[in-house]
Nanobody, 122 residues
Framework: QVQLVESGGGWAQAGGSLRLSCAAS????????MGWFRRVPGKELEFVAA????????YTADSVKGRFTITRESANNTVYLQLNRLKPEDTAVYYC???????????????WGQGTQVTVSS
């Protein structure tokens, strides 16, 4: 069992930055690949980024490529999502997830956090 707790969400102006954190507890953090997804009310869950178990491979959605960066730090069992050059359309609830494989497919992740709201104003 893995527990995931996101933090770092909030409000930002367009062009600004935020850093989301996802702290993992429970089973060994390095066992899992990690992903970030987001959901806008009324829309489907959208893949944002994923990182492999060792952190040597990352995947980023085209919609955020060049602006968002996913990293992980094993020393404190945390995965991060750096959000730069934010746009109003980035407004969503952001979720982190843990699974055996870094993938853009939400169904392949076994554990999910509760989500953190990001709001970007123009």
């Amino acid at each position: 069992q893995v527990q995931l707790v996101e933090s770092g969400g909030g409000w930002a102006q367009a062009g600004g930055s935020l850093r989301l954190s996802c702290a993992a507890s429970g089973r060994t953090f390095s066992t899992y690949a990690m992903g970030w997804f987001r959901r806008v009310p009324g829309k489907e869950l959208e893949f944002v980024a994923a990182i492999s178990r060792r952190g040597d491979t990352t995947y980023t959605a085209d919609s955020v490529k060049g602006r968002f960066t996913i990293t992980r730090e094993s020393a404190n069992n945390t995965v991060y999502l750096q959000l730069n050059r934010l746009k109003p359309e980035d407004t969503a609830v952001y979720y982190c997830a843990a699974g055996l494989m870094a993938t853009y497919t939400a169904a392949r992740y076994d554990y999910w956090g509760q989500g953190t709201q990001v709001t970007v104003s123009s």
